[in-house]
């Protein structure tokens, strides 16, 4: 695709040729568009994919995918969404209409590739959304449509025999949550290398056998997705590379970092201003007054064990950097707690664990400014093990400890059972919400999404919307369009875009036995 | 730890190592290994090394041209550890000529660490680094467990296991698939293996479906349940001998009639034992446990896996560029050889009879004083208690051989055919 505006041009465009047919109503984008598009449409398409993958985006947070919860959720949100509904077709639609719809959907996709491209974050993002909007288009689709659209993709695969199926039931059936022999006959397997859904394999979902996986056909879209995931971050990564290119317009490069600032929201990745520092001594205080749950679990693992693991020092150091503790102060905290453990020494803290900090706050190794893990990070990866103190406790904790907790704070009793109704229905954020307005006697909503989040709301509601807290109020607001400082990209992104910054996996293989 | 018969002491490490990197480390087979027939041709060079030196001095970054140049650096350096980590799209020790975007790590084995010390809540012999007779059988479990998997559900056939020189082993999965895998595969694998998961603030760490159990657990816990969990938590650990124990246990039962239920059988029980405490457990349960109150039919199994099933570092086998601790480096604490371990003895494997480096050295010594000079330069290592260990690492190679055998007639043949 080039993408690269015609420059001394008055509105760059897509450089141009004939529009292509779209054949289907699903779409694997795998010919970018080769038509012109005004600057206007450019902007217009991009805004209106974000509020259809910011929807997307927020069903998933509150309600469990493949529930029927979800799919209600996702109906409703359709609806609200008239204007932008290209993504669905009703039988409704005339004929004539499809292919522009189609042209919105495919175009689109192609202008959030160049806006997502540029960091991690906003790739493991986009790529979520897309994903799970495909999940939910592809399922609404028929096994006709399904199959036609399997064909023209060249994803033909093939069932294995029925009488291999037969010898294998019992396994198979095992294989499945609550499948029966039965059940087993009446369905479809397919053989694939278990490298082709790594999700199912992740999840214990499907039965292994001598490196295949035999999946079942309701779990046919596990496989296309991950084939779909594979192909977008490979040209997420390709498109990533071929970005500077444009750098020469100024114009279009603002449009697409404000195109993706539209709902990131703050990233926290710059200590706070010198008004509100934060020094080592003021943690402890701030610990009990602000923290969120999360981060009191590992300042108490850190009081108990003088120590904590990799994960645990990453996500309470970098909320910490967050909350504006400086680097001197950092080290200050992190030593005095370090070396109260028998086997610590200050010359030890300083060989074995001054380097990690200073990391954190971008002064070693590729020297990225790192950024405080969002909830959604904290949630969703490294899950805790034992010994470790990091994760978010309402995922990770036993729900006895959390209402022990809320007795010890004397919640009252009709939050306590909201927080704990959330908990059972897995909705981690809503839970932490309610606990906050617990914890500070308020009935106002807030979205959360990031501890730091918690943490600045909690000291607004502390110390009243005060001086110097006035760049809050752009930050918390849902559309502030501020725009991320867009960090140099990972050399080593091809991999780690699903997965976790490299760096931190650097330093986590120097303390291994 | 107790090895008063190996009497090694820490501060002489940096006298031994010497003698230990000149006559023992085994640079031909460890090459043969690390240079896969050298297919494709730049593996070897293109790997990183780190070494760890005296005061934990920490060099990064390096890599060996041959085999040659190996040699000479490990000997002439003498590190205190050294790491494997990726193999990189450039010379590792040019990486800071490289443009950091185009320095990438390529491939790598696929690792697993298991440690002991994550196993600290259901061991009641010792804590921390301290391993004992007592604790070690779950690592022969570990090694048990993960090698079915990794053969028969994931197919791979290169396996190689290794003592970690104190406390845990590693686990090399060495086949071209495996080397090939990126950070999502690799991680896949290890949370498919990871069955026993939550923190500090999870005590019930093991939750199976309802429905039907996956066959790999079922396979897991035809090897746990068997003799493992017998031996190990009750005969052992004596895992219910006290009551803190037992509550510990209860502590997994999510109703509160089923504790006192079993409370109440258990007192009337005699002898009070952790035999009879599980009998009672199992049978409660197995009584009880009826349609309405299905989840908690899984208890006893739950409970086994939760005392035994392999714990992984999953961010140690997640990392493409993540390093691991070589075979056949020395730990400097106990001075023990990371030894290959052969998985159809895991049984016999026993860590406190590991050679020491200064046992071989003194071994070798003997050896010198009675035998005859000439032939016995080319395998001093074969004649001392290492030589056993040696012999699961070259039948580890000989099948891996084969692998590379075909290639080489397949890239020779592509040349003659232009
Ligand atoms: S929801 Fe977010 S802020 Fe709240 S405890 Fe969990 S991770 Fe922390
Ligand atoms: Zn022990």
Redesign the pocket.
């Known amino acids: 695709m080039d993408f690269t505006p015609k420059t001394g041009k008055s509105a760059p465009t897509i450089s141009s040729r004939r529009c292509e047919e779209y054949p289907h109503v699903l779409q694997f984008y795998k010919k970018p568009p080769s038509e012109d598009v005004t600057l206007h449409e450019f902007e217009d398409l991009a805004v209106q994919r974000v509020k259809v993958l910011k929807a997307v985006d927020s069903v998933g947070i509150r309600n469990i995918k493949g529930s029927k919860e979800y799919d209600e959720a996702m109906e409703k949100e359709i609806k609200k969404l008239r204007d932008v509904d290209w993504f669905v077709e009703k039988t409704s639609i005339k004929p004539a209409d499809l292919s522009a719809r189609r042209r919105k959907d495919h175009l689109s996709h192609f202008i959030l590739r160049l806006a997502y491209c540029k960091s991690d974050e906003l790739r493991r993002w986009f790529i979520q959304q897309e994903l799970d909007l495909f999940r939910y288009r592809f399922l609404r689709e028929n096994s006709a449509s399904i199959l036609d659209f399997l064909e023209k993709n060249g994803l033909d695969y093939q069932p294995i025999p029925h009488e291999d199926r037969g010898k294998m039931r019992d396994k198979l059936k095992d294989a499945s949550f609550k499948m029966t022999s039965p059940d087993v006959l009446q369905r479809e397997y397919y053989k694939v290398p278990f490298m082709e859904v790594l999700e199912l394999v992740r999840g214990r979902k499907v039965y292994l056998e001598g490196g295949y996986a035999y999946v079942p056909q309701d779990e046919l879209v596990v496989i296309v997705l991950a084939s779909f995931r594979e192909h977008l971050s490979h040209a997420l990564a390709i498109t990533s590379r071929a970005v500077p290119a444009m750098e020469e317009d100024g114009r279009l490069l603002k449009l697409l970092k404000n195109i993706h600032s539209l709902y990131l929201g703050n990233d926290y990745s710059t200590a706070k201003k010198a008004n509100s520092a934060v020094t080592a001594d003021m943690i402890n205080g701030l610990s009990k007054q602000s923290f969120p749950p999360c981060m009191q679990n590992l300042h108490r693992g850190l009081k108990e064990e003088h120590h904590l693991k990799h994960w645990g020092r990453l996500q309470y150091g970098l909320f910490l950097k967050g909350i504006g503790l400086s680097l001197e102060e950092a080290l200050r905290f992190w030593k005095s707690e370090f070396t109260k453990a028998a086997d610590m020494d200050g010359e030890k803290f300083d060989r074995q664990h001054s380097y990690n900090i200073r990391y954190n706050y971008g002064k070693e190794g590729k020297r990225a400014d790192y950024t405080p893990f969002s909830c959604i990070k904290i949630i969703t990866t490294n899950a805790p093990g034992v010994g470790h103190y990091h994760g978010c406790p309402f995922r990770h904790s036993d729900a006895d400890l959390i209402e022990q907790k809320m007795n010890k704070m004397s919640f009252p009793k009709d939050k306590q059972t909201k927080v704990m109704e959330y908990i059972k229905g897995s909705h981690y954020q809503l839970a932490c919400r309610e606990y906050f307005k617990a914890a500070h006697k308020t009935e106002e909503e807030i979205d959360l999404m990031h501890p730091n989040q918690y943490y600045e709301e909690s000291q607004r509601l502390i110390n009243g919307a005060s001086a110097g807290e006035t760049d809050n109020k752009t930050q918390t607001e849902p559309r502030g369009v501020k725009i991320i400082k867009v960090k140099s990209t990972n050399p080593n992104f091809d991999d780690s875009i699903t997965g976790e910054n490299m760096d931190e996996l650097e330093l986590a293989s120097m303390e291994t036995d | 730890m107790c090895d008063k018969k190996s009497s090694y002491d820490p501060a002489s490490l940096p006298d031994f190592l010497p003698m230990y990197y000149k006559r023992f480390f085994p640079y031909g087979a460890y090459f043969k290994w690390l240079n896969y027939g050298g297919v494709p041709k730049n593996y070897f060079s293109h790997r990183e090394f780190s070494f760890t030196l005296k005061d934990d001095v920490y060099l990064r970054y390096q890599s060996f041209s041959d085999k040659q140049e190996l040699e000479k650096e490990i000997q002439k350096r003498c590190p205190y550890k050294i790491d494997i980590g990726a193999v990189f799209s450039h010379r590792p020790r040019d990486q800071k000529a490289v443009k950091a975007a185009d320095f990438r790590a390529m491939e790598k084995e696929l690792v697993f660490d298991i440690d002991?010390t994550d196993y600290d809540d259901v061991?009641?012999?010792?804590?921390g680094a301290?391993?004992?007779?007592?604790?070690?059988p779950l690592m022969t479990i570990a090694i048990k467990v993960i090698h079915r998997s990794l053969c028969d559900d994931f197919g791979f056939e290169h396996i190689l296991w290794v003592y970690s020189g104190r406390r845990g082993v590693h686990c090399w999965v060495c086949d071209e698939v495996a080397r090939k895998m990126s950070q999502t595969a690799r991680s896949a694998v290890a949370e498919y293996l990871s069955v026993v998961k939550g923190g500090e603030n999870q005590a019930k760490k093991v939750n199976l479906y309802t429905g039907n159990i996956h066959p790999s657990i079922t396979a897991a816990l035809d090897i746990i349940g068997g003799k493992s969990f017998k031996s190990y938590a009750i005969e052992k650990q004596d895992f219910a001998g006290t009551d803190e124990q037992i509550q510990k246990i209860l502590s997994f039962v999510p109703d509160e009639n089923f504790r006192d239920g079993i409370m109440n059988v258990y007192e009337k029980n005699h002898p009070k034992t952790s035999y009879t405490f599980w009998n009672v457990f199992k049978e409660y349960i197995k009584e009880k446990a009826d349609f309405t109150h299905k989840k908690l039919s899984n208890l006893p199994d739950e409970l086994m896996l939760q005392y035994c099933y392999p714990r992984l570092d999953v961010n140690v086998s997640k990392g493409v560029n993540h390093l691991l601790k070589s075979p056949f480096c020395v730990h400097p604490k106990t001075g023990r050889v990371c030894v290959p371990i052969d998985h159809e003895k895991a049984e016999e494997f026993d860590p406190f009879t590991v050679p020491t480096i200064s046992q071989l050295c003194d071994e070798l010594a003997t050896n010198d004083d009675s035998d005859n000079s000439s032939k016995r330069r080319v395998k001093d290592y074969r004649q001392t208690s290492l030589g056993r260990y040696m012999h699961v690492f070259d039948n580890f190679l000989k099948k891996l051989e084969k692998t590379w055998h075909g290639k080489i007639v397949e890239e020779n043949g592509k040349d003659k055919q232009f």
């Open positions: 002991m061991r009641f012999c010792c804590s301290d391993i004992c007779s007592k604790c070690w």
